[in-house]
């Protein structure tokens, strides 16, 4: 079974309609809950009293219904009386703007208050609840840092301090790192550091980096100190708390570590063409988070978010096929926000499993529908073995290359996604792995410009390359170290020796600018970057043609017996990806997944079974190969945002 449900939120209702919640969640197989997300000010409506009793109702109640519960700390929205006795827990913002009550997430992760009484909120609940029947998982608080990352208030000052203090023992080994002989920074003591708040003109690129750094670890101090309390008093009860995708301010390879269950909310836009390849990504990070281990889809909408500029509802089909999506790649679970649509507050126009409009709705037959076919499904329970193909992903690298000040601005996500697309067009699975993974499972990894690489990392993509493993790596790679400094005598390390290219100066691209390219790829264009680069001992796979680079190499690869190392020194249009990202397999030799699909099929391989999902509004085609021989592929069509899962021997088993 794949667990099946959604944030269950009673009390924003009157307890008259908790037996009618109960009684539709078991209509649509409803299995888990996750209860108490924003109800701190419902369960100590005052500083130290506690009100449980509603609580302990509808907890009993839903475990008289056996639908289990992933149960919230409570912490996610302090109440009005936290901040109204402690001002301080209120946070700042880069321009010095204290933020207030009245929405959620009003609070300084710094702060020792908020701190304190999050913990003994998580204790409290945890010792009432620990041994109650319907418990199935810990909940801690809820997305950190999505409203509230960075905050720039004394009480964080005096953290940050702490941390750097931590991390460099001395000030002078902070103003080496910084760099602060630049421009007049040179610190005398620890005590004269702020925080980076708004300043006139480019601010330290080390100092910005650590406050990024620092800002995520107090995020994770944050849910560790709820956590060590709740694990305390409810040992072995599994514990999560839920991810937010790619999500720039927290580093969550540092945070995977100390969860029980990987979970992650999904809200991919339903009017954008690409939803289905970025939600692909986000479902393949968290599954490689927890190193295969199957994680959860803790939110998603049944139809339509409130928080776009326009909010798409999601057409039949497409809630069941991204749900199948998230199965395919990983999940053993699909949870939704929320069960009851709200009639108050500020998400009032945010779908739900039900609907305002109620039972008699395309929306509610879709939801019971996916819940009884989920009842049939297995879950694997098991750790996903890794795929052939990594691409690395490094939040360092996303908070370094996205600062002012470089030779262009540059969205990681967007090169990052780059090099995902023609591998989710082709089916080939993807892990996404860190600069600090042991790369031996894999044959093919790719790196779109790891712009802040420690020596350690170099040295082991170097090795990768050059002991028979297929490496594909991006311009801005290895231009600084994990400080933001620049090694003087040229960029790569010791990658240049492995790829056997030197970077001779950036010709980054204005915006809708193309290079020509030309070589045995075929013909191409470029965007967004060249480089006039030089090949030692590399074959070039295409040069640029005309203007200051003709000639140049934009491409190049250098064999190293079994595997090859490749370098590319621009954005590739899609048929130039598309072809060096084929060769690039074949240099690897990843198998393909037999299946073959046209655009707006994915195809994801889960241990033996392969999820064909139709994301197009229009009945599809696909065949499949069967690798005997000769055999004819057996071929098989899909309607509008169908899904079918083939077992491992080409059988159709939904
Ligand atoms: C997040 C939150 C939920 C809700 C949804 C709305 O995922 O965790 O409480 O606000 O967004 O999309």
New binding site residues.
């Given amino acids: 079974m794949i667990w099946f449900g959604g944030?269950y939120n009673p009390e924003q209702w009157d307890e008259s309609v908790w037996d009618d919640d109960i009684r539709l969640m078991a209509e649509a197989h409803v299995s888990m809950v996750t209860v108490g997300?924003?109800s701190w000010s419902m369960l100590e409506p005052s500083e130290g009293n506690f009100t449980f009793e509603w609580l302990d109702r509808i907890l009993d109640k839903l475990h008289a219904a056996g639908i289990r519960v992933d149960l919230a700390t409570a912490t996610?929205s302090p109440p009005p009386w936290l901040t109204h006795n402690y001002p301080e827990v209120l946070p700042m913002t880069e321009q010095g703007v204290r933020l207030q009550a009245g929405s959620?997430q009003q609070y300084c992760p710094s702060s020792p208050v908020f701190r304190r009484l999050a913990t003994r909120l998580a204790s409290e609940i945890a010792q009432r609840y620990a041994g109650h029947p319907a418990l199935e998982m810990w909940h801690i608080n809820?997305?950190y840092g999505?409203h509230l990352s960075h905050c720039y208030c004394d009480v964080s000052a005096v953290a940050f301090r702490q941390w750097l203090a931590i991390k460099y023992a001395t000030v002078d080994h902070l103003n080496e790192a910084w760099g602060t002989a630049f421009w007049s920074q040179r610190y005398g003591s620890f005590e004269e550091i702020h925080t980076p708040s708004a300043a006139p003109y480019f601010k330290n690129p080390g100092q910005v980096l650590d406050f990024d750094r620092f800002s995520s670890d107090e995020l994770l101090e944050c849910f560790r100190s709820e956590a060590q309390a709740v694990r305390a008093i409810s040992p072995g009860v599994p514990l999560t708390t839920?991810f937010?995708g790619f999500f720039k301010p927290v580093d969550y390879w540092k945070w995977a570590a100390e969860i029980d269950v990987i979970s992650d909310?999904s809200?991919p836009d339903p009017a954008d063409p690409d939803s289905p390849m970025i939600a692909a990504m986000s479902r393949d990070l968290m599954r490689s988070l927890g190193s295969g281990k199957p994680w959860i889809l803790?939110?998603q909408?049944a139809s339509a978010?409130?928080?776009r500029d326009v909010n798409a509802a999601k057409p039949e089909g497409m809630m069941r096929a991204w749900s199948y999506q998230a199965i395919a790649r990983g999940a053993d679970g699909v949870l939704f926000?929320?069960w009851r649509q709200s009639v108050r507050g500020?998400?009032r126009f945010?779908s739900a499993m039900l609907p305002h409009t109620g039972t008699d709705t395309a929306s509610w037959r879709s939801i019971t529908q996916l819940g009884r076919e989920l009842v049939d499904m297995p879950a694997s329970g098991d750790r996903i073995s890794p795929a052939s193909t990594a691409i690395m992903f490094d939040w360092d690298t996303w908070w370094s290359i996205e600062q002012p000040g470089l030779p262009a601005t540059l969205s990681y996500l967007e090169l990052v996604r780059g090099w995902y697309r023609p591998l989710y067009e082709a089916g080939v699975a993807v892990d996404f792995v860190n600069p600090a993974s042991d790369l031996a499972a894999y044959k093919v990894v790719i790196v779109p410009s790891l712009f802040a690489a420690a020596a350690s990392s170099i040295e082991t993509l170097a090795a990768f390359g050059e002991s028979g493993g297929t490496l594909l790596v991006t311009f801005q790679t290895a231009i600084t170290d994990e400080s933001g400094q620049l090694t003087p005598g040229g960029y790569l390390g010791s990658l240049a020796t492995t790829l056997g290219v030197r970077i001779d100066e950036f010709f980054p691209q204005p915006h809708r600018h193309e290079v020509q390219m030309n070589g045995p790829l075929g013909r191409g264009v470029g965007t967004v970057w060249a480089e006039r680069l030089i090949s030692h001992d590399a074959e070039v796979m295409a040069h640029f043609t005309g203007g200051p680079l003709q000639g140049c190499p934009a491409v190049t690869r250098k064999s190293w017996g079994a595997g090859a190392s490749w370098y590319v020194a621009t954005e590739p249009d899609d048929r130039s990806r598309k072809a060096i990202i084929e060769q690039v397999l074949s240099d690897g030799k990843v198998e393909e997944s037999g299946v073959v699909a046209p655009a707006g099929v994915e195809v994801a391989v889960r241990g033996g079974r392969r999820f064909i999902i139709n994301h197009t509004d229009r009945e599809q085609s696909f065949e499949v190969h069967t690798g005997h021989g000769a055999d004819a592929p057996q071929k098989h069509s899909l309607g509008a945002y169908g899904v079918t899962v083939l077992a491992e021997q080409g059988a159709l088993v939904l």
């Fill in positions: 944030d997300v924003f996610a959620r809820n997305e999505c839920n937010m909310d809200y803790m939110e909408a978010v409130n928080w926000f929320q500020g998400e945010h």
